[in-house]
Structure formats: structure tokens, C-alpha cells
């Protein structure tokens, strides 16, 4: 285990989480809007001196410039990229420079946290639904819009589904709830399926560890076991910073 401070850093699209960890437990884990990025300047600002900085950035080179004016000189920041081995985790991928690095990162921390076959969901501005072998080898993944996103495609390429307003419901008898509830559905049936796939090729049951902004609207729904972490790719971040 790592001796010192070690503050991970999940840039994503809509938010940028932080944590700091002192090698034996989490100091202190926030976020700020990534629209808002240097805000995080004052969030660090008590920040005690730092043994490693590791970083996961999916929200492009303009924040990474940001992230990089806001960090002290010292010791220069970790910036992590998708490979094909890390930590115990095999990268199914053709290219594995192509999957998302807060991915990766989320793979790493639930084999870490669990062990075991696992679908690996985050549901942020997206959703992402990975499936984890008990080999630790990650066996592929599917991209879903969020919430949001499919209630904001809607209102903005039809006449008569505007944004509004809306629950869950079985059986949904307003339009809003209507939207709701098919984007709730769609997601949860994107992870069902997903365990489902994964049970098939031979794995035991796979857990569900979910985490992200959106796990609260989704993990009611989920006839699965669920395991919900709030900040997995931190996790995973800290997981590759002690390997480091």
C-alpha cells in the first residue's frame, strides 16, 4: 500500500469527481461542475502535500488544461489511458486504447472491491454496461444515453414530447411518466440483459455494481444483485495509483 496522500481525479463530461486517500482511508471525496472547472483550484486548496496525483479524463483537452493549471507543480499528474493488462484486468478489447479510460478505471476498482463475475454500470450523461469475467477478463461493453439524454432526444425531435415532468410507473397513464418510465426501463434492460449474456457464457450469477449520478433512479428497478459505489472509478484510480 502506498505511503503518503494520493488525490484521483474522474473528469467526466458533466462532472469532475476528486478524492483524496492517505493509504489506509478516503480523506475526503467531492466534485465540481465540470463546466466549472476551476473551482476545483479552491476544493484542493486544503489539500495536504500529495504523494501521487492520478487523473481519468474523457471530457476532452481543453478541461485536461484546466486540471493541469489548477495542480501543483509537483508530482506531475498520472493521465491514465485504457491498455491491455492492469491490475488483474484483461482488456477484451480489439483496441484497447479505444475504451473510455474512466471505464477502465471502474473495471479495475470493482475487481478490486468484488472479485467474481460483475456487469460494471455507470450512469452518468451516458450509460455504461461492461461485463467483467471472474478471470478478471473485461469481455466487452455496450453505450446507452442516459435518462436525460433520451428525454432530451425526445423533446427535440418530436412535435408532441416535450421535456416535462415524470416518474416511474408499471403502467404509466401521462405522457410524462410515459417517457420516464421507457427510459428507466430501457436502461435497466440494457443491464438485465447484460448479466444475462455474461451468465450464459458459463459465469456464475454476476453481481451488478453500479455507480454514477443516475444509480439512484435505476438500482430500484433492477432484478439483480446490486452492489452501488459512489464513486467506483475513484476506486479504480486509487487501485492504479498503489500499483504505481
Not at 471505464?103 to 454496461?129: D, E, H, Q, S
Not at 443516475?214 to 479504480?236: C, F, R, S, T, Y
Request: proline fraction near 5%.
Amino acid at each position: 500500500m502506498m505511503n503518503g496522500t494520493v488525490l484521483v481525479i474522474d473528469a467526466g463530461n458533466t462532472r469532475i469527481k476528486w478524492g483524496t486517500h492517505d493509504g489506509a482511508h478516503w480523506l475526503m471525496q467531492s466534485w465540481v461542475d465540470t463546466a466549472r472547472a476551476a473551482q476545483l483550484k479552491r476544493a484542493l486548496a486544503g489539500a495536504p502535500p500529495l504523494r501521487a496525483v492520478v487523473v481519468s479524463n474523457v471530457a476532452g483537452a481543453a478541461v485536461r488544461e484546466k486540471i493541469l493549471q489548477i495542480l501543483p507543480p509537483t508530482p506531475a499528474p498520472r493521465w491514465i489511458k485504457s491498455t491491455r493488462a492492469q491490475c488483474g484486468v484483461r482488456n477484451g478489447y480489439d483496441h484497447p486504447a479505444q475504451l473510455g479510460c474512466d471505464r477502465w478505471a471502474a473495471l479495475i476498482g470493482a475487481r478490486r472491491l468484488y472479485g467474481g463475475p460483475a456487469v460494471i454500470v455507470n450512469a452518468g450523461t451516458a450509460l455504461t454496461v461492461d461485463a467483467l469475467a471472474g478471470d478478471g477478463v473485461f469481455v466487452g461493453g455496450m453505450i446507452v444515453p442516459g435518462a436525460e439524454l433520451m428525454r432530451k432526444a425526445l423533446a427535440g425531435h418530436t412535435a408532441a414530447l416535450k421535456l416535462q415532468p415524470g416518474k416511474f410507473s408499471f403502467f404509466p397513464n401521462t405522457t410524462g411518466d410515459a417517457i420516464m418510465s421507457g427510459a428507466i426501463n430501457a436502461l435497466a434492460g440494457a443491464i438485465e440483459r447484460m448479466a444475462r449474456f455474461l451468465a450464459e457464457t458459463g459465469q456464475r450469477q454476476p453481481a451488478c455494481v453500479l455507480s454514477g449520478g443516475g444509480a439512484a433512479l435505476i438500482e430500484p428497478h433492477l432484478n439483480l444483485e446490486v452492489k452501488v459505489v459512489d464513486n467506483l472509478v475513484l476506486e479504480g484510480l486509487l487501485t492504479i495509483a498503489h500499483e504505481g
